[in-house]
């Protein structure tokens, strides 16, 4: 009798190990299965959405169905998209930046001031980098104030969301540059087989930060830092160098997105170059399933959400609404966002 108790102990002391492996595995498992729940709801939820405003507009809206429609658009959303995608990376580290529209203005306004005094294709070549450069510097201001002197992230953007507009009206003395310089504006009113090239950057930038965000060392430590910012510090997480690097690429895609401004328009004017732009990449942000308190990113769901936002605006101008209507339905879609994801989480 004690052999055979003897035998049967050996043979169950595997599975007890057997089992407290899977005991272990199993929360791993189950999170990521509820991640991947999340993020497939949250996109089809965004679809669906889009979907019956188009299907809405091909019904009851004139002339929709026509390629000029589809290019306006899809240009008028581009700005939004890429601000967007930076707002994104902040936002999941539990930030947010009210900045970007001056980080857009103040790369509107150095380039001008580049092209047009630096003939030559190296004067173009300037006008592309260092503002968007400059840009960046913008966001690594406000990485520091956020990380290093530990101020809250929406009174440390809101220092340059007050005082960078008005450097780049000092910068240009708060006056309008007005161009014509195709090899520059090509970047907006250019296109490659028919399509904006402005689209096709937008598409390129989506593509790029969604493999960042779910392929890539930095896109993991974005999400942890975001879900836990303590608990990935003591991990080992360098959750200040990843929060600096978010701010720094969020105003340097502002940047670029201060360069398609102001070709498309043929001018730059400090005072006009990105304003209102940080609301409207927020509301792309949050309609887009990102959780505005963090640890999520969906980088394809702030394209959805602002094609949403861009269609309701156009569908409500098509039939006669006024704009300053457009924007009390905005900040409606922005609360009922937030509320869904509430009741989700």
């Not at 936002?91 to 001056?102: E, K, N, P, Q, R």
């Not at 028919?194 to 493999?211: D, E, N, R, S």
């Not at 861009?310 to 209507?325: C, F």
């Not at 009390?328 to 609360?335: P, Q």
């Amino acid at each position: 009798m004690a052999l055979k108790l003897h035998t049967e102990t050996l043979h169950t002391e595997p599975r007890l190990g057997e089992t407290a492996q899977q005991m272990t595995a199993a929360p791993r498992a189950t999170a990521a299965t509820t991640v991947r729940k999340w993020r497939h709801l949250a996109m089809q939820r965004e679809v669906i959405v889009l979907l019956a405003m188009v299907l809405f507009n091909l019904f009851f809206t004139p002339h929709f169905w026509s390629l000029q429609t589809f290019n306006v658009n899809m240009t008028q959303v581009v700005t939004i998209v890429i601000v967007g995608i930076g707002m994104t990376l902040v936002v999941a580290t539990g930030g947010i930046d009210l900045s970007v529209g001056a980080s857009m203005a103040i790369s509107g306004a150095l380039a001008p001031m580049l092209f047009l005094n630096i003939a030559g294709p190296g004067g173009i070549a300037l006008a592309f980098v260092l503002p968007v450069l400059a840009a960046a510097l913008c966001g690594v201001f406000n990485g520091l104030l956020v990380t290093r002197l530990s101020v809250q992230p929406i009174v440390a953007t809101l220092v340059l969301f007050i005082a960078g507009r008005g450097i780049a009206q000092v910068v240009t003395d708060g006056s309008l540059q007005a161009f014509n310089t195709p090899a520059f504006q090509w970047i907006a009113l250019g296109k490659v087989a028919g399509v904006p090239f402005q689209v096709l950057l937008m598409l390129a930038l989506v593509a790029l930060f969604v493999w960042v965000v779910r392929k890539t060392l930095f896109g993991q430590y974005l999400l942890i830092t975001g879900g836990n910012e303590k608990a990935a510090y003591l991990c080992g997480v360098p959750t200040a160098t990843v929060k600096l690097i978010a701010y720094t690429l969020c105003a340097a895609l502002a940047g670029l997105a201060g360069l398609i401004s102001i070709s498309v328009n043929s001018s730059s004017d400090a005072n006009v170059v990105g304003l209102g732009v940080e609301l409207d990449a927020i509301a792309a942000v949050a309609v887009g399933g990102t959780a505005l308190t963090g640890g999520k990113a969906y980088i394809g769901g702030t394209l959805i959400g602002a094609l949403i936002i861009q269609l309701l605006r156009y569908t409500l101008l098509a039939h006669g609404i006024p704009d300053a209507a457009a924007l009390v339905v905005k900040a409606g879609i922005i609360v009922a966002a937030v509320y869904v994801q509430r009741r989700s989480r």
